[in-house]
């Protein structure tokens, strides 16, 4: 029997490089957002410089979160090296993801807000 408050949970991915300096504050974002959607706060990480990590990842900036595969900025990916990562934001550029933007692509993955882009 399924919880009704936690709907099937998409697979969310932490791609980082290990000196990045946003990375610990996306993992603080990521478990906000985890939160706010009723999910269990778990998320599958990879650092860019281990051995054996999935090509697919390499192209990412460090720190970028990924739902079911998508990076929840909708931002295609680029990097072909150790960089790191801006989100444009209504306050500015950020070092991570607004709380917010991870929530609407996780309920987005879940089908709870189809083609939706809003905020708490």
Known sequence: MSDDRCPMKPEITLVYDAD??????????LREALTHARLEPQWIEYDRAASGIPKRFLRFGSPTIL??????????????????RVYLTAGGL??????????????????EAPGTRGVL
């Not at 990045?20 to 974002?29: D, F, H, L």
């Not at 739902?67 to 790191?84: F, I, K, L, T, Y």
């Not at 950020?94 to 089908?111: M, N, Q, S």
């Open 94 to 111: 950020r070092g991570i993801p607004p709380v917010e933007t991870i929530v609407v692509a996780i309920k987005r993955r879940r089908g």
């Open 67 to 84: 739902v079911n595969g998508e990076d929840v900025a909708d931002e295609p990916a680029v990097a072909a090296a150790a960089s790191c």
């Open 20 to 29: 990045c300096p946003n990375a610990s504050s996306a993992r603080a974002a």
